[in-house]
């Protein structure tokens, strides 16, 4: 079986979807646009992404799961309170946090499709220290052998994907030779700033084999590519807002999902990647779609017409992280507000009786969880 990468440069190959692919995948891309449309109107007292928050968070440890990290979601939601403790909740935190920031940078032009922007992401991924993070775990030596930011580009390195230890022969996949990562990463940028708002259905079907099968850095390729690709739907123009968080379907169709990713790169047949791509996103699509009017529905039930900004805070805090440390919660509203510690723990505990969030340590937003976990 061939292992080698054997795909000519994005702009130089052509793929074919069929009139019924293109027109299903625009139908669901027609869903997004209606819910967004839905929340729009819907005269929110918060921001559409605080509804989508949920989702991130998943997005982040499924990605995550997927190259083989330790975790699962609720540990990742015990972070946001107990701070940053192993390896594990390091990476997927540095990865939900490049997620959140690189949804605003795209968006307001900061960040654009460029190794130089490649670059910059790849260091924020690998951030020692985690703003607005307790860091009982100190990553500075997994950071000097990762060297963040720092393109593979030397030959006479290994350049496969396998098991650590191993020799070549025992590779999944043989890369694309580090001397012509530049020009391959060149290319597929100017592809898909070429095609910025003009809703390409190629470009964003072939983005995500040339990434992986030019793995630019030493770590963390899976991450940032699954990352960069649901930035790409919005850049592309299939949607306003990121909405749509495909690692899950690939988390859960594991063996499909590199079976098929692995045939495209070394076969540059296109067909049965299509195949798998247009439905991992109908998947997703309808999975989204689903979870946020539910969430919608939920947020909009909820009178606030009686709420004081401390009350919206938490209402929103409890939204965006379902699992809760009362203490900590409240220290920092003060920490960071200044809110009195007796109008804050009102407020929680009048916030977490009307959502029917459980108590304990922590508190569960359980109506939430269910959502998410659905």
Do not use: C
């Not at 594990?88 to 605003?104: A, D, G, P």
């Not at 593979?152 to 025992?170: C, H, Q, V, Y």
């Not at 938490?314 to 379902?322: D, N, S």
């Amino acid at each position: 079986m061939n292992k080698n990468v054997k795909l000519n440069l994005m702009s130089k190959t052509k793929i074919n979807i069929s009139d019924s692919q293109l027109g299903f995948l625009f139908d669901k891309f027609q869903k997004i646009s209606y819910l967004e449309s839905k929340i729009e109107n819907a005269n929110l007292l918060i921001s559409p992404n605080v509804l989508v928050m949920g989702l991130l968070e998943r997005e982040g440890v499924d990605s995550s799961i997927i190259e083989g990290t330790q975790t699962n979601h609720d540990e990742m939601y015990y972070d946001v309170s107990e701070g940053i403790r192993d390896v594990y909740s390091w990476e997927v935190r540095n990865l939900i946090n490049l997620y959140k920031n690189s949804f605003r940078d795209f968006k307001d032009g900061i960040l654009d499709y460029s190794i130089d922007d490649l670059k910059a992401l790849h260091r924020k991924l690998f951030s020692r220290n985690i703003e607005g993070y307790m860091n009982m775990f100190d990553p500075i030596e997994i950071i000097k052998k990762i060297k963040p930011g720092k393109l593979l580009e030397d030959d006479s390195k290994p350049n496969w994907i396998g098991p650590r230890g191993k020799s070549i022969e025992s590779a999944s996949l043989i890369l694309i030779k580090p001397s012509e990562k530049k020009k391959y990463l060149e290319d597929i940028f100017e592809e898909i700033r070429n095609n910025k708002n003009k809703r390409s259905i190629a470009t964003l079907i072939k983005f995500h084999p040339f990434f992986e099968a030019i793995h630019p850095f030493s770590d963390g390729n899976g991450r940032l590519g699954r990352m960069l690709l649901v930035n790409l739907m919005s850049y592309l123009g299939f949607s306003k807002y990121n909405w749509i968080f495909i690692s899950d379907y690939w988390k859960q169709n594991k063996d499909e999902y590199i079976k098929e990713l692995r045939k495209v790169q070394t076969t540059n047949k296109w067909n049965d990647w299509i195949y798998f791509f247009v439905g991992s996103l109908s998947e997703t699509v309808d999975i989204s779609y689903r979870k946020l009017n539910m969430i919608l529905d939920m947020y909009k039930k909820i009178d606030k017409s009686r709420f004081s900004d401390v009350d919206k805070r938490i209402l929103r805090y409890f939204f965006q992280y379902p699992i809760l440390n009362r203490k900590k919660t409240i220290d920092g509203l003060k920490n960071k507000y200044k809110v009195p510690n007796t109008t804050a723990y009102r407020s929680f505990e009048k916030i977490a009786k009307l959502i029917e969030a459980i108590s304990g340590e922590n508190y569960r937003f359980k109506k939430m969880l269910d959502i998410l976990s659905s």
